[in-house]
Nanobody, 120 residues
Framework: VQLQAYGGGLVQAGGSLRLSCAAAGTSWSVINFADWSRQSPGNPREAVATIGSGGATDVADAVAGRFAISRDGAKKTVYLEMNNLKPEDTGVYYC??????????????WGQGTLVTVSS
């Protein structure tokens, strides 16, 4: 069982993308809390957005007003909606979460990352 992040791609500045993160390898999972981070070449990984177990959300100042994190009602998938993308948003986006499955119980998991490239 692992988290899988997908939805990245190439987009022009000003465009939008929606990233998704869900547990693979299990038919039943609950994402308790999760976050998205990103890393661009030569830079440290930075936090982008978090969602708590109760649904409270927070986003980094650099993406406030443009990005939003959410979770579906079944708590199986976490999304990162990205609007008005800028070239500086380019990077590999990672999801991380505390995930419950019948086989693992509640464990922290990392996704493999999905590449977002924003052209100017």
């Amino acid at each position: 069982v692992q988290l899988q992040a997908y939805g990245g791609g190439l987009v022009q500045a000003g465009g939008s993308l929606r990233l998704s993160c869900a547990a693979a390898g299990t038919s039943w999972s609950v994402i308790n809390f999760a976050d998205w981070s990103r890393q661009s070449p030569g830079n440290p990984r930075e936090a982008v957005a978090t969602i708590g177990s109760g649904g409270a959300t927070d986003v980094a100042d650099a993406v406030a007003g443009r990005f939003a994190i959410s979770r579906d009602g079944a708590k199986k998938t976490v999304y990162l909606e990205m609007n008005n993308l800028k070239p500086e948003d380019t990077g590999v986006y990672y999801c991380h979460g505390n995930v419950w499955t019948p086989s693992t119980g509640s464990v922290d998991m990392w996704g493999q990352g999905t590449l977002v490239t924003v052209s100017s």
